[in-house]
């Protein structure tokens, strides 16, 4: 049953060295204040799970967190390069990351694999790419009644899924809507759930057919509001373009980088002290 807590003690009871952490969110409801609160925390050792990772990973990725990363296509949307994330791979800054890269649909069976408590996904895919001469974990079966050709990948089921949504009751049941990627079945994969909310409510006042997870299958709810900053939760908030524009040049360089972490994320003790320095820093650049 989802215990409601905050962030801070939601990360060190349930995000452990050596993790395999999914943080997910497909362009809506990315959980970056659970991602800094990983970062503040030092974990390390982590494999991290992402079908699309972006700033947060980044971040995460330069601040020596992450071992290996799983994941299906990699980028600062619209923008460019994960910075980080590229000199990690190429020059082993801070430290070598391993990576297993997959398409969005190889990802996304993974997880239902995972949810659906199977070892491994099959799917109509990977003909004609490149990806299985570099991922030995992509591999082709014959179906047993036709004599297709398929691609099977291990099922993800990581030991903590992390995502962010609009409300949760105060029993722990969350409610989320809009764009929502696989972040259902990511947290149905994993052993472990921490969700951060914008609000906890008395009465989650779910329409027909919404996407609620159940108090039962969560770990922890926390109420971050603007959680998902910079990215957006729709109802709540709107992505911040600039963000995104103005992440690129200080993650090009090592030294801007961290003093822009050290400022904003390790000086901060939460997601609202970082949200406060970073509109003075914004303020100082006009």
């Excluded at 570099?134 to 899924?161: G, H």
């Excluded at 969350?174 to 906890?200: F, Y």
Aim: charged share 20%; net charge neutral.
């Amino acid at each position: 049953m989802a215990k409601i807590t905050p962030l801070r003690e939601a990360v060190a009871s349930l995000v452990q060295d050596g993790d395999t952490v999914a943080l997910e969110g497909f362009t809506h409801l990315i959980p970056h204040a659970a991602g800094h609160e990983i970062i503040r925390q030092g974990r390390r050792g982590l494999t991290l799970v992402r079908m699309t990772p972006d700033l947060i990973y980044d971040q995460m990725i330069g601040m020596g967190c992450a071992a290996k990363l799983i994941f299906s296509w990699g980028g600062n949307p619209g923008v460019g390069s994960l910075h980080r994330f590229r000199d990690a791979v190429e020059q082993g800054w801070p430290h070598r990351l391993e990576i297993e890269e997959h398409s969005h649909a190889g990802m996304a069976n993974a997880y239902v694999a995972g949810a659906s408590n199977l070892p491994f996904a099959l799917l109509r895919g990977y003909t004609g790419s490149d990806l299985p001469k570099v991922n030995p974990n992509i591999r082709f079966v014959e179906c047993p009644f036709t004599a297709e050709k398929l691609a099977a990948i291990p099922a993800v089921r990581p030991d903590v899924t992390v995502i962010h949504a609009q409300k949760a009751d105060r029993r722990g049941n969350v409610l989320l809507w809009g764009i929502l990627g696989v972040q259902k079945e990511a947290v149905l994969a994993a052993k472990r759930s921490i969700v951060t909310v914008e609000e906890i409510v008395d009465d989650l006042e779910a329409p027909p057919n919404a996407c609620v997870l159940p108090s039962w299958a969560l770990s922890a709810v926390c109420p971050v509001p603007g959680g998902a900053y910079p990215s957006y939760a729709q109802g709540y908030s709107e992505r911040d373009n600039r963000f995104y524009k103005a992440w690129d040049p200080i993650a090009r360089s090592r030294d801007d980088f961290r003093a822009w972490m050290q400022r904003h994320v390790l000086d901060t003790d939460d997601f609202a002290g970082f949200r406060r320095v970073l509109a003075e820093s914004m303020k100082e650049a006009v």
